[in-house]
């Protein structure tokens, strides 16, 4: 169980360039989001999916794509990036809380992005 | 609007001693969830309590506490018995309860750390 795994852990692109950040999780879990990670902003909620198929914006979506085709999978897209989004990038896997609020969000390790 | 309020960007605390995280947080429904979770220098989010709206007692975790003042919207964060391990980020969320009770909001944080 290797529960949410992200690749790649670093990358360096430069501006323009597209990328995808690839998250997978091996839980069954419904849930899956990505976040951006900011100095004095904590998280910040861009994408987010309930299910295969089913995905909606949070906070900071502009600049960034997302896709479910499986349960297990949630990349993140970046279509032309930008120095705005060097960033540590988080993705996180919950089941849905209807039966369990008190269920937290399993974080992977991180991307840390840097856009020159 | 920030919905999640950390007024201390750092704190300092002797070994051994206990320590309070302050979290105010704005929310006008009545069914919500608070978390706090640490983030030391590796990077991975680590979940620490759970608080729901409901509880009628204050969530405790080892020497973790959480001081919920539902009537003053306030969610501290207690760490008994302070150790050098606990120097680290520590983030305030809440889970909104939006169209699938999932979203997490996430405070600025507060960087704790330890002094031998």
């Known amino acids: 169980n290797a529960g949410v795994t992200q690749t790649p852990k670093f990358q360096v692109l430069k501006t323009g360039q597209s990328m995808t950040l690839q998250c997978a999780q091996d839980m069954n879990h419904e849930y899956m989001s990505w976040y951006r990670q900011d100095p004095g902003m904590g998280l910040r909620l861009i994408h987010y999916s309930v299910g295969a198929g089913i995905t909606d914006q949070g906070e900071v979506p502009n600049g960034y794509n997302v896709s479910r085709s499986t349960t297990e999978d949630f990349p993140l897209r970046l279509l032309s990036a930008a120095p705005s989004q060097t960033s540590v990038y988080f993705c996180?896997?919950?089941?849905?809380?209807?039966?369990?609020?008190?269920?937290?969000?399993?974080f992977g390790p991180g991307t840390r992005l840097l856009v020159l | 609007a920030q919905k999640i309020t950390q007024t201390q960007p750092g704190m300092f605390v002797q070994e051994k001693e206990a320590v309070t995280l302050d979290c105010t947080y704005d929310?006008?429904?009545?069914?919500?969830?608070l978390f706090w979770y640490k983030q030391p220098s590796s990077g991975e989010m680590i979940f620490l309590i759970y608080q729901g709206s409901y509880d009628q007692q204050n969530a405790t975790e080892g020497r973790y506490s959480l001081n919920f003042q539902k009537a003053r919207k306030s969610a501290n964060l207690v760490i008994s018995a302070s150790q050098l391990g606990d120097s680290a980020m520590y983030f305030c969320?809440?889970?909104?309860?939006?169209?699938?009770?999932?979203?997490?909001?996430f405070g600025p944080g507060t960087r704790l750390s330890v002094l031998p």
């Open positions: 996180a896997s919950s089941p849905l809380s209807s039966g369990a609020p008190q269920e937290t969000q399993y």
């Open positions: 969320a809440m889970r909104e309860p939006d169209n699938y009770g999932q979203n997490f909001v």
């Open positions: 929310t006008s429904d009545p069914s919500y969830g």
